[in-house]
């Protein structure tokens, strides 16, 4: 009854923070609420019994991404998200699009701790049973994460790299804007 409770009232808080995050204009504001939500995701993850996600969610998301956002407020010095005049369609189909997929790649998944999941019927039997082997690796949990899902980490890297890209040229242009301004007047 109380891990009910308690997600239920992660539920509320998350659902509270993403209208929150769509009403607000002050960007500072916007990027506070921004890692108040990242935070409780990562306390959804405890939640569902995987610290390691959510050691990283919050290292990352909470952490690092807010730093990023502080950053770049400070240095590009916008302080308010313009009010845009007219509804963007094409972006809002898209976004509906990707989420009806996602949820319709959810119909099949497994129940939350279902013991006779392929995950934990197959999988976990195979990584523990021949994973030194297969991988050369002593330790299980970094055989699994560097070898068996070393793609999944090669992307999570590439987004973190690709954000940072764009941090730098996005900081980039407004310094080039400011010299233009500063030589023009």
Known sequence: MINLIIDIVLLVFLVIMAVSILHVRNLLAVSMLFGLYSLLVASVFMVLDAPDVAFTEAAVGTGIATVLMLATLAVTRVT??????????????????????????????????????????????????????????????????????????????????????????????????????????
């Open 80 to 185: 308010h998200e313009k009010k845009q005049k007219r509804v963007a369609y094409i972006p809002l189909l898209i976004v509906l699009a990707t989420g009806s997929l996602l949820l319709y790649g959810t119909h099949d998944m497994s129940n939350l701790g279902d013991g006779n999941a392929p995950a934990h019927t197959h999988i976990a039997k195979r990584f523990i049973e021949q994973g030194q082997e297969e991988t050369g690796v002593p330790n299980l949990v970094t055989a699994v994460l560097a070898s068996y899902r070393g793609f999944d980490t090669l992307g999570e890297v590439t987004v973190v790299l690709t954000a940072g890209f764009g941090i730098l040229l996005l900081l980039r242009r407004n310094q080039k804007l400011r010299i233009k301004g500063v030589q023009g007047g």
